[in-house]
């Protein structure tokens, strides 16, 4: 089936030092992508965005990378800080039976902050 | 303030009971969304609709209903028949119709405990 799916469950960084997270997607159609962090016993909060016509899109620390090529998608956060520590998913937007448009997400990758 | 609201935060229900669980947006937003998330896996959409008096089945249906009587609500049921309700619910809501693609913003969830 066609999924969306984070390469790994846990990372760990040391404050200061930057981080990336992967995920790995197999709808070729799938048009565009968003990051969500999610703390503990909260619901998910946006982060950032991309349409499958760019490649590259930055915010406030952090930036996603999309390569249709392989169909990898990334999350790099620069200068990680404690406040980073959540569950980070990815989403794809796919269209269903009914035409209607739907968000994918992934299992998540937990991250850890060191101090 | 703009947002959704999810109430109540935590629920306790014994088995065999109907439970219903709210959600409130004044975002203006024409979709919103049902979600349920395990421990450690990632979001399942239960129910989506687009618009007023509509809405879907989405992947993990089976045990739940919904309604969609007004524009800023739409309350979720989990019924006796859900074998496994205990879970983390989430409800979403985003702008656009049948053919748009928009992030989704999320409630802060339900923790809902059968016993």
């Known amino acids: 089936g066609e999924s969306v799916g984070l390469h790994l469950p846990t990372l760990s960084v040391q404050e200061g030092d930057n981080s990336i997270i992967n995920c790995a997607y197999s709808?070729?159609?799938?048009?565009?992508f968003i990051w969500y962090k999610q703390e503990s016993g909260k619901g998910p909060q946006f982060i950032i965005d991309?349409?499958?016509?760019?490649d590259k899109r930055q915010g406030q620390r952090v930036t996603v990378l999309l390569n249709k090529t392989v169909k990898h998608l990334s999350l790099q956060i620069a200068a990680t800080q404690p406040g980073d520590s959540a569950v980070y998913f990815c989403a794809e937007n796919i269209k269903d039976w009914s035409n209607d448009y739907k968000l994918s997400f992934g299992a998540g990758t937990t991250v850890t902050v060191r101090a | 303030d703009g947002g959704i609201t999810q109430s109540p935060k935590y629920l306790f229900r014994k088995e065999g009971q109907n439970v219903t669980l709210s959600c409130e947006q004044n975002l203006n937003h024409d979709a919103m969304y049902w979600y349920r998330q395990d421990p450690g896996q990632g979001l399942r959409l239960i129910y989506y609709s687009q618009i007023v008096n509509d809405f879907q089945k989405g992947d993990i249906a089976e045990g739940y209903s919904v309604s969609r009587e007004k524009k800023e609500s739409f309350p979720l049921t989990v019924t006796s028949a859900q074998k496994n309700p205990t879970a983390f619910y989430l409800c979403?809501?985003?702008?656009?119709?049948?053919?748009?693609?928009?992030?989704?913003?999320f409630g802060p969830g339900t923790r809902l405990t059968v016993t």
């Open positions: 979403a809501s985003s702008f656009g119709g049948l053919a748009d693609t928009y992030e989704q913003y």
């Open positions: 709808n070729s159609a799938s048009d565009y």
């Open positions: 991309i349409r499958s016509n760019m």
